[in-house]
């Protein structure tokens, strides 16, 4: 069982940064396939980065690429989102998740923006005033 915390979530200005942790438990090999999504008040889950570790590839929705990064430190299973210019919009609550083994990596990474993770962390809040 894989168990995932994120840290991180904080409320901000217009044009700041701020730093996502997600904690997985397990070895980083469980967790090679692995995304950010978020959620805000009224709307839908969104997948916004995802990122196949062993292979070192990203992709990233339109609403975020060139501001926001996704990144893996495999030596102690964690993953990060560095997310830069934030607008009001990026207000939410921020989720990450992980894919079995088993499904990763697909023949298109950028097919995960819209998959079914089968582990999901509790979220941290991200608000971002203008």
């Given amino acids: 069982q894989i ?9 901000v200005q217009a044009g700041g940064s701020l ?7 397990g070895p980083y090999y469980r967790t090679a396939c692995m995304a950010w999504f978020r959620q805000a008040p ?3 889950r ?16 339109d609403t975020v690429k060139d501001r ?7 030596d102690v299973n964690i993953l990060f ?8 919009e990026d207000t939410g609550m921020y989720f990450c998740a992980a894919l079995r083994p088993a499904n ?4 298109t990474l950028s097919l995960l923006l819209t998959a079914d993770f089968d582990y999901w962390g509790r979220g941290t809040q991200v608000t971002v005033s203008s």
């Fill in 46 to 61: 969104e997948g916004i980065a995802v990122i196949y570790s062993a292979g070192g590839t990203t992709a990233y929705a």
């Fill in 19 to 25: 730093r996502l942790s997600c904690a997985a438990t």
């Fill in 3 to 11: 168990r995932l915390t994120e840290s991180g979530g904080a409320s």
């Fill in 81 to 88: 989102l560095q997310m830069n210019n934030l607008k009001p």
């Fill in 104 to 107: 990763c990596p697909p023949a």
């Fill in 42 to 44: 009224g709307k839908e």
């Fill in 68 to 74: 926001f990064n996704i990144s893996k430190d495999n």
